[in-house]
């Protein structure tokens, strides 16, 4: 028997599933979901070309206490740099890399604002 989820923990992962999607319809190949290097964590890993993208998603169910993006702080991108430089060492990548935002909120049909290099 499962153990139901938080209903936060549901939506992130609904949020996480709507954003893998959203990235392979753009042509990006997923190399990896919820990697943890470290005291970081990053969502999505996806692959385009040349350029791996480091992805963070925040889902949000309204915007009545702000945009899903907004909620991206200073030290959780510190977090995501730091993972991100972990795994580039870990795998050797030596081509361009970016670091974007997938914002999400589940009204009906969901909205979905992908922020290209969303910080550095």
């Known amino acids: 028997?499962?153990?139901?989820?938080?209903?936060?923990?549901?939506?992130g992962f609904n949020g996480e599933d709507l954003a893998t999607d959203h990235l392979r319809e753009k042509g990006y190949r997923i190399v990896q979901r919820n990697l943890r290097m470290g005291k970081g964590e990053i969502d999505i890993i996806?692959?385009?070309?040349?350029?791996?993208?480091?992805v963070e998603v925040k889902t949000r169910t309204n915007d009545d206490?702000?945009?899903p993006e907004?909620?991206?702080?200073?030290?959780?991108?510190?977090?995501?740099?730091?993972?991100?430089?972990?795994y580039i060492l870990?795998?050797?990548?030596?081509?361009?890399?970016?670091?974007?935002i997938i914002a999400?909120?589940?009204?009906?049909?969901?909205?979905?604002?992908?922020?290209?290099?969303?910080?550095h």
């Not at 870990?90 to 974007?100: A, M, N, T, V």
């Open 1 to 11: 028997m499962t153990t139901p989820q938080a209903p936060h923990l549901s939506t």
């Open 46 to 54: 996806a692959r385009k070309d040349d350029l791996l993208v480091f």
């Open 65 to 67: 206490f702000g945009y």
């Open 70 to 86: 907004e909620f991206v702080s200073r030290s959780k991108q510190r977090m995501i740099l730091n993972a991100a430089d972990a």
């Open 90 to 100: 870990k795998s050797g990548w030596q081509e361009d890399i970016r670091f974007d």
């Open 104 to 119: 999400i909120t589940m009204t009906k049909p969901p909205e979905i604002f992908h922020i290209e290099d969303a910080f």
